[in-house]
């Protein structure tokens, strides 16, 4: 095993999915289907291929649905060490990373990819391909980015050189993936149990320009409504 190979993920199923009521009323979103497969289940098999060997799963809504959902799945890839991080109610994306911290237990650097978002083709040893670098530049955060969607024209940040700049320093923006690599360092500051975004991190390392970046060259679609996961379903 590689050390590249040993950085923990983490895949984020706690949120409500208001936008996707009232699919999620009764199931949390990231078990819902895509082309007969659980969403969640898309990621697990790519990062089941690509080698790592710890996954942690956050969980508030229907949180029991993930438990046993994961339970399962544990049994299709023992080679994988899984976690459920409970939340009682959801602590945004900061919070919940910091809270499940203990359990990923990383080196240094873990991966966070959003449960809801599709990424067939996903290539997650290009991710850990990246860890080298990031260790060798001192890099806080790394973060795939796509073409901004329809539904959100006005994109997250800029790209310029590799490095994630705010999105006023230039008219090309992007979208954040849900895709990144942390630095468990950001995370220190922040108490077990306490709700904390994740944006004004990023913003703030952003500006001190010790965020990394790149496009993704894969399909992605943030599934945020019933529409959209529908057109999904229509391709198959």
């Not at 544990?74 to 976690?83: A, D, G, K, S």
């Amino acid at each position: 095993m590689t050390l590249t190979a040993s950085i923990p993920v983490m895949i984020l199923a706690a949120g409500r999915g208001e936008r996707m009521r009232p699919l999620t009323d009764q199931q949390p979103k990231p078990l819902l289907k895509v082309q007969g497969l659980a969403l969640i289940d898309w990621h697990i098999q790519a990062i089941a291929n690509a080698g790592f060997k710890k996954v942690v799963v956050n969980h508030a809504w229907l949180g029991s649905q993930i438990v046993e959902h994961i339970a399962s799945v544990r049994l299709q890839y023992p080679n994988i060490e899984f976690h459920t991080s409970a939340e009682d109610t959801a602590l945004e994306t900061a919070g919940g990373i910091a809270q499940a911290i203990p359990l990923l237990d990383p080196q240094d650097y873990f991966l966070v990819i959003n449960g809801d978002v599709f990424t067939p083709g996903l290539d997650f040893n290009v991710i850990q391909q990246t860890i080298p670098e990031l260790r060798k530049n001192g890099v806080a955060a790394f973060l795939w980015m796509v073409p901004n969607p329809p539904h959100h024209p006005q994109g997250d940040f800029c790209l310029e050189g590799g490095k994630v700049m705010p999105k006023e320093s230039s008219i090309n923006t992007h979208t954040f993936s849900g895709i990144g690599i942390y630095h468990r360092s950001i995370f220190s500051h922040i108490q077990a149990h306490s709700v904390a975004k994740l944006a004004p991190l990023l913003r703030d390392l952003i500006e001190a320009g010790k965020v990394g970046g790149a496009l993704l060259h894969t399909p992605w679609t943030d599934v945020g409504t019933p529409e959209r996961l529908q057109e999904l379903n229509n391709q198959s």
